[in-house]
């Protein structure tokens, strides 16, 4: 089965910063990648799908990419209500692991 | 307005058997896969597994077969994640989502604590 490999797991930054996390799949996903973000005590929301495709409502300061079997996610400034943990999935076929997630704080 | 709405937070001894529930609303149930996520406290989210209500075909994690059933009725429109004897180790919020590629529509979580 194909596995996800996030990184870093967590990280700290300041208010205005960009802010890159990166996921990596074992073997061929296509574009077959979804970003989501979780705000703590509450439900995961999609942000990002088919590797770069902004889900609606979703601010444009999140960007994806995809370079072979690496995907980014970025937050080109970082808000304060971007506290949060992400996380990456394959859907491309089952099983659809997500990544083991990268908390993300304010400094 | 689509919406996933699941049953209340459990309570359960080890050994117990449970059921747990998800309704769809908003949209055609039947033709939509509605997938189970584990989230153990203060952990990752874990992909349990899949069932597309209009045939019941269902797909697991291979982490979780085995482990749990996922079944749906589609006449009531719901989805059902299920255990025949809990363990201390499935305590943890379960969601169910819609998924369509990826998951779009989440349902609230149910919380299900196993403890003696």
């Known amino acids: 089965d194909i596995q996800m490999t996030q990184s870093p797991s967590s990280l700290s930054a300041s208010v205005g910063d960009r802010v890159t996390i990166t996921c990596r799949a074992s073997?061929?996903?296509?574009?077959?990648l979804a970003w989501y973000q979780q705000k703590p005590g509450k439900v995961p929301q999609l942000l990002i799908y088919?590797?770069?495709a902004l889900q609606s409502g979703v601010p444009s300061r999140f960007s994806g990419s995809r370079s072979g079997t690496e995907f980014t996610l970025t937050i080109s400034s970082l808000q304060p209500e971007d506290v949060a943990t992400y996380y990456c999935?394959?859907?491309?076929?089952?099983?659809?692991?997500f990544g083991q997630g990268t908390k993300v704080d304010i400094k | 307005e689509v919406q996933l709405v699941q049953s209340g937070a459990e309570v359960k001894k080890p050994g117990e058997s449970l059921k747990i529930s998800c309704k769809g609303s908003?949209?055609?149930?039947?033709?939509?896969?509605i997938a189970w996520v584990r989230q153990v406290p203060g952990k990752g989210l874990e992909w349990m597994g899949n069932?597309?209500?209009?045939?019941?075909?269902?797909r697991y994690s291979p982490s979780f077969q085995g482990q749990v059933t996922i079944s749906a009725d589609k006449s009531i429109s719901t989805a059902f994640l299920q255990w025949t004897s809990l363990q201390a180790s499935d305590t943890a919020t379960y969601y169910c989502?819609?998924?369509?590629?990826?998951?779009?529509?989440w349902g609230q979580g149910t919380l299900v604590t196993v403890s003696s």
């Open positions: 088919a590797a770069s």
């Open positions: 989502a819609r998924q369509e590629g990826p998951l779009e529509f």
């Open positions: 908003g949209y055609s149930f039947g033709t939509y896969w």
């Open positions: 069932i597309y209500p209009d045939d019941s075909d269902t």
């Open positions: 073997q061929g996903i296509n574009s077959y």
């Open positions: 999935q394959k859907y491309n076929s089952d099983p659809r692991p």
